[in-house]
């Protein structure tokens, strides 16, 4: 096995994956089970089918069953642009003059620009067979929302987003991708749905939230014949569909006999960061193999760093469903400064689990060394990477010169979950100096805590 | 040669071309000399050094030899991001339900969003090579210092960009990718060469142009020990840079017995429709093989299907050399409604001569048509086009449509150039109706054609 590796190692299409893994099968503990808001018992797939699709109900329940199959018509839609490349990064290795093997995942390479593609089109499609007429979801800085209207559009579903009002004003080009595939985008709150209007007239002016755009999208969904909502991220579901990305990391290292030393990604609400790691965390609960797994956030929303395993509300309007995670509270809100993405109060129950069964670490960085990162790889590599995957570039960075000092040539694999496109404002920021870090006091931390729910006891 | 034809078709990296092809050296009817402004004469490599870097002013006056080999260090970072992908499109196809087969070379994989990175990458290294500080260039919408910042950087050489001021203000997150990539950007008209505070002094609070900025980079290379001017389009020597893409394409065709019929390529320069076309056409001259070649420009500016073959300045401040071209007149402008870029008034002196020669043909096709073929690409095809490139959309959508028709079964390989993710503006026009077309009169042309020089007599 000592080919000569490329830069840029592709799978042929019949190497793709044709199944997803559902790493809680093999998790001894498994993940606690996510609870009904009104009951406060294990919510069932009966009561989750209201609001999302039937299939998804089923997998987001699923923990037993280790590999489910990729439907063709999602198989056809990956095969656009699927499998996604897994760069040696020769050009930034010989910048950091290092005798680590770096490696990296790029998921970018499509026009939602991240990984958000690859469970859109998952959830699209079962919405499609399920006879369905579309799906409502809210976004934020627009990733999510841009990848829904690509995959609802080749479905031809109608999908209707709710965009944080404060984006739609400031991120038009985002606004105007989603409506160029077809998308109707309104600005939350907005006077469409009871919760917007009620936001609307208790507080005059306001410029949005995520938490108020999930209750509008989920409301929506709710009204309307034959309309679902659906998330992008936190979900184990979401998770699932992201597998496939570890799943070509792991084809592509073994097709080239490379054993990874350290997995590394970013974490805002952990299912890309899942999604990478899963064949490998398989692997370990296995005992077939043994991997230093890191997941990178900000310390500006410190969820696995600073915050408790504890069931909380998956949105700030309390009424989806509770999970049991890493959580800063569903009251936290990062501070304005923050730029870097990955804002999400919680985490993946899935990753919680697996952080306090430590089998995988987490460190938090802070903005500036991250754009600085972001920095020094785009001038190398060429991809000017996105705020959020910059947080794994920074560590894979460190890690790399830590390998430098004691001249080990450890194989580091990271995520790049998406392109920097639409966040120039952010870059501006970091080019004109003006970008301060922000740590949040245990005060602050002691407030949002506050915001949990009871049921913690 | 019958194997099952993969969505994208990725060549080997040691499938990687390794020397450009130059077509002018198989060309009967040599494009016509260059000629020196000052003297009316053909222009020596001597003449060109001041301003350009050696080897390059050497490539674009050779013209007879056929393969020049690509510098290892240029073929290392092309490997950062080619080969680029040889789509196959399956979607496109079954949307227009036509037995044609279409194929598509994307260029956009890469953080500067289009093809302009191959040839920014070359001249960056010729000018390192030849000891220089730095490059000076102008660049309109951003694309082409986009690329060469990024050129710039990998080469740790020092980047000046003149940026059309209307651009630069209104265009503030292609200038901050620049910034990034380490790049000065400076608003043109600036105050830091003559003729940008002659020209600020006569017209006060003017937005500039792209003939204006282009004297300001050449006034700022000639003024600064160590420093030279480039450009990105319309010269021979960019031409042949990006003959990458055709012998890629070609390869890859090749690889699984395909035989292209018809090659489609947007036009505005010349410079991504001939590297696309190049090796096709040399087939052509030699003998060899038959291909119908189409060129496609905007109606607003449409120097082949309208415009004279000419002698005629590069450049609207009428410093640079003249060239014999397709010209509407360097003092033509497209109207401000045009939104579709290919802008430029005249066109590559290889691409120029071919046409007359009757090697290839031209169409001329309006902006909202061709935003629609974006719109329906787009939907199916999973990549957000830049409209440039949605030109050769639009004529291979023509095409399909056709074969659709007569029930021929022809291979249709079009160039798609780059993104649109700094085109939103455009598209938000389209999206919201507000789009119109725009041809020039007869009397427009007149106008412009009376500001070609006196040379032709």
Chains 1, 2 share one sequence.
Not at 142 to 149: E, F
Not at 235 to 250: A, C, D
Request: contains cysteine.
């Amino acid at each position: 096995m000592n080919k000569e590796i490329p830069y840029k190692i592709y799978l042929e299409e019949n190497e793709m994956p044709k199944q997803w893994y559902n790493v809680r099968a093999d998790m001894k503990n498994k993940p606690a089970p996510i609870l009904n808001p009104a009951t406060r018992k294990p919510i069932t797939v009966e009561e989750l089918t209201p609001i999302f699709c039937e299939e998804l109900a089923r997998q987001e329940l699923d923990d037993t069953t280790p590999y489910i199959d990729i439907p063709q018509e999602i198989q056809d839609f990956y095969r656009m642009y699927r499998p996604s490349p897994l760069t040696r990064a020769y050009c930034l290795e010989k910048k950091l003059d290092t005798p680590a093997h770096i490696y990296y995942k790029f998921e970018g390479n499509n026009t939602s620009g991240s990984h958000k593609l690859n469970s859109a089109i998952a959830q699209a499609y079962y919405a499609k067979k399920q006879g369905l007429k579309g799906v409502t979801t809210e976004t934020g800085a627009g990733q999510w929302g841009t990848a829904l209207s690509m995959a609802c559009a080749y479905f031809d579903l109608d999908c209707q987003v709710y965009m944080v009002k404060v984006s739609y004003e400031q991120k038009p080009f985002r606004r105007e991708v989603m409506r160029t595939y077809g998308a109707t985008v309104t600005p939350s709150p907005s006077m469409l749905t009871n919760v917007g209007k009620k936001i609307n007239a208790e507080f005059p002016g306001t410029t949005g939230s995520l938490g108020c755009a999930i209750s509008e999208a989920v409301e929506a969904a709710t009204a309307q014949e034959g309309y679902r909502y659906v998330l992008g991220s936190v979900l184990s579901q979401v998770l699932l569909h992201q597998t496939i990305i570890g799943l070509e990391t792991k084809s592509a290292l073994d097709k080239y006999g490379i054993k990874a030393d350290v997995v590394i990604g970013c974490a805002g609400g952990g299912s890309n960061l899942g999604g990478l790691i899963s064949p490998f965390v398989g692997e370990m609960l296995r005992g077939e193999a043994d991997y230093e797994i890191i997941a990178v956030e900000p310390a500006s929303c410190p969820s696995l760093t600073r915050g408790k395993y504890a069931y909380d509300f998956c949105d700030t309007g309390k009424i989806c469903p509770l999970a049991k995670m890493y959580t800063l509270g569903s009251g936290f809100i990062p501070s304005a400064n923050h730029a870097g993405g990955l804002r999400y109060h919680g985490m993946s129950s899935i990753i919680s689990q697996l952080y306090d069964d430590k089998l995988i670490s987490a460190r938090s960085v802070e903005q500036t060394e991250v754009f600085k990162a972001a920095q020094t790889f785009a001038k190398v590599e060429g991809i000017l990477p996105a705020p959020e995957s910059s947080h794994a570039i920074k560590v894979a960075i460190d890690e790399a010169l830590k390998c430098k000092e004691t001249g080990e040539e450890k194989n580091i694999v990271f995520g790049l979950t998406g392109t920097g496109y639409f966040d120039m404002v952010a870059y501006q920021k970091y080019n004109d100096g003006e970008m301060v870090d922000y740590i949040p006091t245990e005060e602050d931390l002691i407030k949002s805590f506050a915001t949990l729910p009871q049921i913690n006891g």
